[in-house]
């Protein structure tokens, strides 16, 4: 079956612009989960969605940073006023429930570029 | 804050040679440990978890890991390795709070030599 999808694969975008990063869950999968990537580290939580709420948002660097899921299937980060330090791998997971016992699928990854 | 460390930052081994890499976590209430793996061009996969039980817990492609919990670690093992395993491997713990977000180490990048 399908997987977890992410578009656009690669962003370029300039310094103080507007971004908006989607991801498609599997389907039925009520938990949703965006994380960033560094270069040379591992995945850091941003955000976590059970059904259209966010039921944690505690790794969100600042109020630059929005996500929304309105339906409660896809799902899109919103990143304002961009910075070079944005610059990043944007994952996103999602699985059937939000616990740990849940295992997370990952998508590809949207790799964001501000210049 | 919760946190996870891999000791290894790239390790290089031939075929055939064990693989042992390190994870330690600071201790975050209940333990869910994970070891996740990302080969080349492709998405990050789940390798394999501990919950509960036997601390010695077996994954896909002959991976198994061990959860000593007086050293707070759960590192990864596998007897003999393939060229195939060259990848990126990253150890992960449950966050803090009753959901599934997860706190993940720096990663290790393995590369096997033919």
């Known amino acids: 079956g399908a997987g977890v999808s992410q578009t656009p694969s690669n962003k370029v975008t300039e310094k103080g612009k507007y971004v908006e990063l989607r991801c498609d869950p599997i389907s039925g999968h009520t938990a949703l989960y965006w994380y960033r990537q560094s270069l040379g580290q591992g995945p850091e939580f941003l955000i976590y969605f059970q059904g259209t709420g966010a039921a944690d948002d505690s790794g969100l660097p600042n109020d630059r940073f929005f996500a929304v899921r309105p339906e409660g299937s896809v799902s899109t980060l919103k990143i304002q006023r961009t910075e070079r330090g944005d610059s990043a791998m944007y994952l996103c997971?999602?699985?059937?429930?939000?616990?740990?016992?849940?295992?997370?699928?990952f998508g590809p990854g949207t790799r964001l570029l501000v210049l | 804050a919760q946190s996870v460390s891999q000791h290894n930052h790239h390790v290089i081994l031939s075929e055939a040679a064990s693989l042992e890499l390190g994870c330690n976590y600071s201790?975050?209430?209940?333990?869910?440990l994970f070891w996740y793996v990302q080969y080349p061009g492709q998405h990050l996969q789940l390798l394999l978890k501990?919950?509960?039980?036997?601390?010695l817990v077996k994954g896909i492609k002959g991976f198994e890991a061990e959860f000593i919990k007086s050293k707070f670690s759960f590192n990864l093992r596998k007897p003999s390795v393939q060229w195939s395993d060259t990848a990126e491997y990253f150890c992960?713990?449950?966050?803090?709070?009753?959901?599934?977000?997860?706190?993940f180490g720096q990663g290790t990048t393995l590369q096997v030599k033919p």
């Open positions: 201790y975050g209430g209940t333990v869910n």
């Open positions: 997971a999602s699985s059937l429930l939000g616990q740990a016992t849940s295992p997370q699928y």
């Open positions: 992960a713990n449950r966050g803090s709070g009753n959901t599934g977000k997860l706190i």
């Open positions: 501990y919950f509960s039980g036997d601390p």
